[in-house]
């Protein structure tokens, strides 16, 4: 399984710069300069990226399964690629027939221009950001479900694997795809490769039945639970719903609603009782 993520993150690291190259061609056309236009392209692309980054960070941990999330949001990017050339020409239809003229000659203009130029990439540069807390998280669950792996080192092959996909598909995209194929079909294979990724990884996870460490409880944690809060003689404020009786099992629960509840209140903080 390991193996497979980080061969698809490869995939996904190509498709991500594929979309920057030809973002800053499409952008050009519309704002009317390239250099401004490369301008956008990395203001936006680095911007939103780091804010999907910072919301998938904080939001991973509650996550049951970081993986099948990783998979929407690669399968969310394709489907936005399959239509991003329809949606531009929309946009520049409209703002090149009506909106533009009405402001010709003032600088309200530019501000405009770049406004819409950076709307266009925004939702799928946030989404690319999201993706590799969300791989992470997902690998790293598996990877040191028994402590034998170090989680820094799984990071950097994830790292590695990401970036000399990006270095491929700059190459790829720049010297034989839009002489190939043009804007739009060099567009249609980014999209294509995020929706296959996103697929896969969602497939995998599926077929092996594979669940992320932090799901199952520890061998004997349970049991180590009870115990010491026996034995200390010092009070440990514990939530009671989190302490299992032995073997894994949910135990009983006092409260109003009784083991249903304590249920559902462990399977909010993605925990599985055993049966």
Known sequence: MAFLLVTV???????????????????????????????????????GMSLGAALAARYSERIREPLVGYAAVEIAVGLIGL?????????????????????AGGAALVAVKWLLAGLL???QSILLGATFPLMSAGLIRRV?????????????????ANSIGAAAGVLIA????IGASGLPGTLLAAAIVNLVVGLVVFGAVRLTGEEA??????????????????????????????????????????????TTVKAAMLAAEGVRPRA
């Open 174 to 177: 720049g010297f034989y795809l």
């Open 144 to 160: 040191s479900a028994d402590g034998a792996t170090d989680s820094g080192r799984a990071l950097a092959v994830l790292y590695f």
């Open 9 to 47: 993150f490869v995939l996904s690291g190509a498709a991500g710069l594929i979309y920057e190259s030809i973002w800053s061609r499409y952008l050009g056309l519309f704002v009317g300069h390239s250099a401004d236009a490369q301008v956008i392209v990395l203001v936006i692309f680095l911007g």
């Open 213 to 258: 460490s932090v799901a199952r409880p520890a061998p004997g944690a349970a049991r180590a639970v009870g115990q010491a809060l026996g034995r200390n003689p010092f009070p440990i404020v514990i939530p009671c719903h989190r302490v299992l009786a032995a073997g894994g099992r949910i135990g009983g629960f006092t409260a109003q609603g009784g």
């Open 83 to 103: 239509v991003f050339h329809d949606i531009f020409q929309s946009v520049s239809g409209v703002a090149y027939a009506t909106l533009f003229p009405a402001l």
């Open 121 to 123: 990439i925004l939702p």
